[in-house]
């Protein structure tokens, strides 16, 4: 199954049963998947006329508690982030998926993971922020749809899945967890109709500033919150590591056969690869940098992880960087000299 | 004492932020008033515009969600496939259902969307401070058409008369707040539209030409007397669409 279809099936058994979607390269074959299977499921599909109408339904099937879900690629997630600013400012849970596409502008449609930024500084207008899920094979496509849902509710905030064409297209087996009803779970926010009990109002306005600096403060309580409990990575090799390679997604994929490769010719090379983008294992990164001598970030951009990586390492340990951008993505052989360059210089 | 006029339940106790003479008062007070009449206020869900009315969910008592601006149509779609149970309205100015919202409000009728639309239409952007507006006519003068409004400016839409050539909506009308017998007639038709929709006929419509005495720089008398002779005779009133045809005219 390919990581688009693993991303839509998870959704489905984590009792997502609204998409509302516009087609684009590469992840038309997620819509496609949930235009067959949510009819025969329950749930309802549907093509909205743009990017904007269909992350508005995503909110408007979200005012109601339910568990919905719209996917783009890079030019029409910036399409998006109106609303997205919207849903955060709403606080309304909602699943976002991002198979990023060459840029900007138009772009290309080959392999990249330049809306780091977009996704996981805010992206919309305002001071928000998206929890952002970064998969590195179609398993951990499927695993963390299906656990977005949950933290998005859990959270009420937009949860956005970064990843490249890679990820989306590429075909691999796939074990799903099990279905599940999560409509039972009791949500006192939810607009239902009023039935005995007060009117409830979902709302971002809030005209005097003391009342929005107070929200904004509770927002940001929340981002510490999850900053605190909700970091996820993967590592590899870090005990004796002298040099620890940080990517992520399809980056991670690629690197991490060239760390084995290095760690088969004896080089001291370890792997840290988030798989939450924001919140960022930045404490990780900041431990590290106490005892290994250099970092070396990989991505699929001119660098823009690299900047985190930079923050947490805090000059403790060289911050080094090798990018591709515009949709080449590089081999692991390729990875490997940089390694070595990196290693020995 | 036999009591003859009170506040409907789905309207609150509080002071509105209209302007005076302005027309969103009346219609807000119809919409309570029709939602009270089909006793549905438990199961309704309103969904708020950005623009004049952007405050609704301060004066009706009963569930109401922000929506980004133009954005209402799509928003009750979300809502209204989630929950076809809920009776789904949406409550919007000329700038947000007739120039930022075209493309969400087009689509939705075309689908047919089993809500309704309560559309204010007072051909002026009234919150940010009386610009021109898709349906501001030909000559008004405006803070950002300070010389009159020309036909390369573009000329006043038609709204009603569009969403009733779709074959989606059920029903489509236009009616007018500027007299105590418009407003019956317009109370009566947001009730036939709301009633629509409870028999899940698809998307019903009513557009509500509006007075809005600051935005035009007139006293609310002369509002309302604006209406009457140079917007009623470009945007004519009366039921255009209804499935059920002996209800229409």
């Known amino acids: 199954m390919s990581g688009a279809e693993a991303m839509a099936e998870a959704a489905i058994r984590a009792g997502c049963r609204f998409y509302f979607g516009y087609p684009i390269t590469p992840q038309s074959e997620l819509a496609e998947y949930l235009a067959r299977e949510l009819p025969k499921r329950g749930g309802v599909f549907l093509q909205a006329e743009s990017e904007i109408a269909a992350i508005n339904m995503v909110f408007g099937a979200s005012v109601t508690g339910a568990r919905a879900m719209t996917s783009s690629s890079s030019p ?54 998206n929890i952002v899920l970064a998969p590195s094979s179609v398993q951990e496509a499927a695993d963390l749809s299906y656990l977005a849902f949950d933290i998005s509710e859990k959270y009420r905030n937009p949860v956005m899945i970064l990843c490249s064409a890679v990820i989306a297209q590429m075909v691999e087996p796939v074990e799903f967890m099990s279905p599940r009803r999560p409509e039972e779970v009791e949500k006192p926010w939810a607009l239902t109709g009023a039935k005995g009990r007060e009117p409830r109002v979902i709302k971002s306005l809030r005209l005097s500033e003391q009342e929005l600096e107070e929200h904004n403060r509770h927002l940001q309580e929340k981002y510490a919150t999850v900053k605190a409990k909700e970091v996820r990575y993967e590592t590899r090799y870090l005990e004796d590591a002298e040099l620890v390679i940080v990517a992520f997604g399809t980056s991670a994929r690629i690197v991490s056969t060239a760390v084995e490769t290095a760690r088969e010719k004896g080089y001291k090379v370890g792997l840290l690869r988030p798989i939450t983008l924001f919140p960022f294992p930045t404490h990780v990164i900041r431990k590290l940098a106490e005892r290994v001598k250099k970092f070396m970030v990989f991505e699929l951009s001119a660098g823009q992880m690299v900047e985190d990586v930079e923050i947490a390492a805090a000059g403790k340990a060289a911050v080094n960087f090798y990018g591709r951008m515009g949709g080449s993505v590089p081999s692991p052989e390729e990875d490997f000299e940089k390694i070595v360059d990196c290693y020995r210089g | 004492m036999k009591l003859v006029f009170d506040r409907p339940k789905s309207m609150k106790d509080t002071v509105m932020h209209y302007c005076p003479g302005c027309s969103h008062g009346v219609v807000t ?17 309103c969904v708020a515009p950005v623009g004049c009315a952007v405050f609704l969910y301060e004066y009706l008592n009963l569930d109401v969600t922000e929506s980004p601006h133009g954005r209402p149509p799509a928003v009750a779609t979300g809502i209204k496939r989630a929950r076809p149970d809920l009776f789904v309205f949406t409550y919007q100015g000329d700038g947000d259902i007739a120039a930022i919202g075209l493309a969400e409000i087009l689509s939705a009728a075309n689908r047919g969307e089993n809500f309704s639309v309560v559309y204010v239409n007072n051909t002026v952007y009234g919150m940010t401070g009386g610009q021109m507006a898709p349906t501001t006519m030909l000559g008004q003068r405006t803070t950002t058409t300070p010389y009159g409004k020309g036909a390369m400016d573009g000329r006043p839409l038609r709204m009603a008369e569009w969403i009733a ?40 419509f009513v ?30 009133l009366g039921v255009l669409k209804s499935v059920d045809s002996h209800k229409a005219g």
Not at chain 1, 122 to 128: Q, T, V, W
């Open chain 1, 76 to 129: 029409g997630i910036s399409l998006k982030q109106e609303a997205i600013s919207y849903m955060a400012g709403c606080e309304l849970p909602g699943v976002i998926v991002n198979v990023c596409r060459g840029g900007p502008g138009l772009g290309n449609i080959a392999p990249s993971e330049a809306d780091y930024f977009q996704a996981v500084k805010g992206g919309g207008h305002g001071d928000y922020r």
């Open chain 2, 165 to 204: 050539s779709l074959d989606g909506p059920s029903y489509v009308a236009r009616m007018a707040v500027n007299t105590p017998a418009n407003v019956k007639k317009a109370r009566k038709t947001v009730i036939e539209a709301f009633r629509m929709q409870l028999e899940g006929r698809g998307m019903s």
């Open chain 2, 29 to 45: 007070r119809i919409v309570a008033e029709a939602i009270d009449i089909l006793d549905i206020r438990e199961k309704t869900v």
């Open chain 2, 207 to 236: 557009e509500i030409l509006a007075a809005c005495p600051v935005g035009w720089g007139l006293s609310p008398i002369e509002a309302l007397a604006r209406v009457e002779k140079e917007l009623i005779p470009y945007y004519p």
